[in-house]
Structures are given as structure tokens and as C-alpha cells.
């Protein structure tokens, strides 16, 4: 069992950066692939990216290609989103999954465990 808790979210103008951290129990979590997806009202639950056990390999959607960066420290049981220049359209509620995989899912299906969720919010 892995349990996951987000943080960092909050609220930012156009342009500006934030950094989510999500944080895994569990002492197999360096085994896992991380993902971040999101989910703005009234829409489904989109990929954001992934990123393999070791860190060596990621992926990304194209939407956020460029902007977003997903990192890992298993020392730390931790893995990151740093979201750059932030558009009003990546609002929407952030969670951080985790999969018993080292294939770099994009379908929310593929991912065993899930966080509770971490609002941003990027104004205009």
C-alpha cells in the first residue's frame, strides 16, 4: 500500500511558477512510475506527466511540454511538478499517482495509487 499527499498548490498570476510536491509512504516507492495529472471543473481528469523510477526517463503532455519539469528524490520518498510560466488554463485540481510499473502510463487506469489533491489556481 502507498499512500500519497500533495503540496504546493495555491494561487498565481499568468506567468509566474509553482512547485508541487508529492510524498509517498511505503519503502517501495523507488520502484514505482510517478504521474502527475489534473482536473479542471467540469472536465475529466487529464495526464500531465510521468516519470520513471530512477528519474532517467519522463514524458510529457504536449500541453504542458516546455513548461512543466517532473523530478524525483527517492531519498526522499518525494517526487516534483515545477510548473512554469503558468497560464490561466492549467487550472485545475493536481494529483500525483503512482504506478507498480516502469511503463510511463498516460491513462489515469494505469496507476494503482492516488493522492488527495492540490488546487492551483492561475489568474489572469
Known amino acids: 500500500q502507498v499512500q500519497l499527499v500533495e503540496s504546493g498548490g495555491g494561487l498565481v498570476q499568468a506567468g509566474g511558477s509553482l512547485r508541487l510536491s508529492c510524498v509517498a509512504s511505503g519503502r517501495t516507492f523507488s520502484t514505482y512510475t510517478m504521474g502527475w495529472f489534473r482536473q479542471a471543473p467540469g472536465k475529466e481528469r487529464e495526464f500531465v506527466g510521468a516519470i520513471g523510477w530512477s528519474g532517467g526517463s519522463s514524458y510529457y503532455a504536449d500541453s504542458v511540454k516546455g513548461r512543466f519539469t517532473i523530478s524525483r528524490d527517492n531519498t526522499k520518498n518525494t517526487v516534483y511538478l515545477q510548473m512554469n510560466s503558468l497560464k490561466p488554463d492549467d487550472t485545475a485540481v493536481y494529483y500525483c499517482?503512482?504506478?507498480?510499473?516502469?511503463?510511463?502510463?498516460?491513462?489515469?487506469?494505469?496507476?494503482?495509487?492516488w493522492g488527495q489533491g492540490t488546487q492551483v489556481t492561475v489568474s489572469s
Open positions: 499517482a503512482a504506478a507498480d510499473s516502469s511503463w510511463l502510463g498516460i491513462q489515469a487506469n494505469e496507476y494503482d495509487y
